[in-house]
């Protein structure tokens, strides 16, 4: 199973990016899939989780400004990113739990993407 993280970059304040996570490999099943981030000299922190319910949940910090979404038939998830800030400035990990076998969970990060916002 591999993770491919993509749509990070460099913008301004007050900009938009809109980041991307494939799953793919032998996927039996998806569970929750997640956006972690970590900037220079923190701990990586959890931003965003897409339930396989279809429920969200987001870090305070981003509330009102970032939207996580699926696409459950392509294994992606995605991370709607805007009105960011230079303190959005992080590498963003996806971290996806699934299944590759009945009762085989795990979770499995992506590379990471780098996201810089200037002032």
């Known amino acids: 199973v591999q993770l491919q993280a993509s749509g990070g970059g460099l913008v301004q304040a007050g900009g938009s990016l809109r980041l991307s996570c494939v799953a793919s490999?032998?996927?039996?099943?998806?569970?929750?899939m997640n956006w972690y981030r970590q900037a220079p000299g923190k701990q990586r922190e959890l931003v965003a989780t897409?339930?396989?319910?279809?429920?969200?949940n987001y870090a305070d910090s981003v509330k009102g400004r970032f939207t996580t979404s699926r696409d459950n038939a392509k294994n992606t998830v995605y991370l709607q990113m805007n009105s960011l800030k230079p303190e959005d400035t992080a590498v963003y990990y996806c971290?996806?739990?699934?299944?590759?076998?009945?009762?085989?969970?795990?979770?499995?990060w992506g590379q990471g993407t780098l996201v810089t916002v200037s002032s």
């Open positions: 490999g032998s996927i039996f099943s998806i569970n929750d």
């Open positions: 971290n996806v739990y699934l299944a590759v076998g009945a009762g085989n969970w795990r979770r499995y």
């Open positions: 897409s339930t396989s319910g279809g429920g969200t």
